[in-house]
């Protein structure tokens, strides 16, 4: 073998993700995103907290990992499953990040469901693409990605990007998403921010 061992050395492994429910099985790491914890995220606030007040605290979103070294080198993957629901007319979604390290791009594989990957970069572009079952969408480097719900079933994915990409959160904290996606009229709508929610 060429080269100098600059990351862990592991043993080969394997895992199994049932393909009919969309689940990663034996998952380590298990992150569970409810509506609370999107508070300031969907852009009419007053009607997430009626959902709170309505159904309790639902799950927005779940994250099951099997993790792998945080190094150059590794490739990090996971499942998402973002359920169906809506806060207002908005759909459903993820809070969205920026790679710390921001050349590391993504790769996420539909699974169930559908919805969108909202993009943007820091300099004010903006783009969004399909996820559906058998659907890959790429997330290049420099752009923070969103996943929204649009479906009537969990929206699940399979992700995969390097080991070290780290996550920035901070940066949509501050500058928001430029565009949402809604229910309006009976049609999905993916339109400008109009200011409120990140
Ligand atoms: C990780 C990857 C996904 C998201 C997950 C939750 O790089 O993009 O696993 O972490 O979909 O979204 P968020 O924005 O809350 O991390
Ligand atoms: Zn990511």
Redesign the pocket.
């Known amino acids: 073998m060429k080269g100098r061992k600059t990351t862990t050395f592991l043993q080969p492994f394997s895992v199994s993700i049932d393909l009919e429910k969309a689940e990663m099985l034996q998952a380590k790491r298990h992150l569970v995103?409810k509506a609370s914890d999107m508070r300031g995220y969907y852009a009419d606030e007053a009607a997430l907290e009626r959902l709170m007040a309505e159904q309790g605290d639902p799950v927005h979103?779940e994250?099951f990992e099997t993790p792998v070294p945080e190094e150059h080198g590794h490739l990090m993957y996971?499942t998402?499953s973002v359920q169906p629901g809506r806060v207002g007319d908005e759909y459903f979604m993820?809070?969205?990040?920026y790679?710390e390290h921001t050349e590391a791009a993504?790769i996420y594989l539909g699974l169930r469901g559908e919805g969108y990957v909202l993009m943007k970069t820091a300099d004010g572009q903006t783009a969004f693409e399909r996820m559906a079952r058998g659907r890959m969408v790429y997330v290049p480097p420099y752009w923070a990605?969103?996943?929204v719900n649009t479906g009537s079933e969990p929206m699940v994915f399979f992700?995969v990007?390097p080991a070290d990409?780290g996550?920035n959160y901070g940066d949509i904290a501050q500058e928001g998403f430029p565009m949402r996606a809604f229910l309006r009229g009976g049609n999905l709508e993916i339109v400008p921010s109009t200011g409120k929610g990140r």
Not at 94 to 97: E, I, V
């Open positions: 995103r979103y994250v996971c998402s993820t809070k969205g990040h790679h993504e990605h969103r996943s992700c990007y990409a996550h």
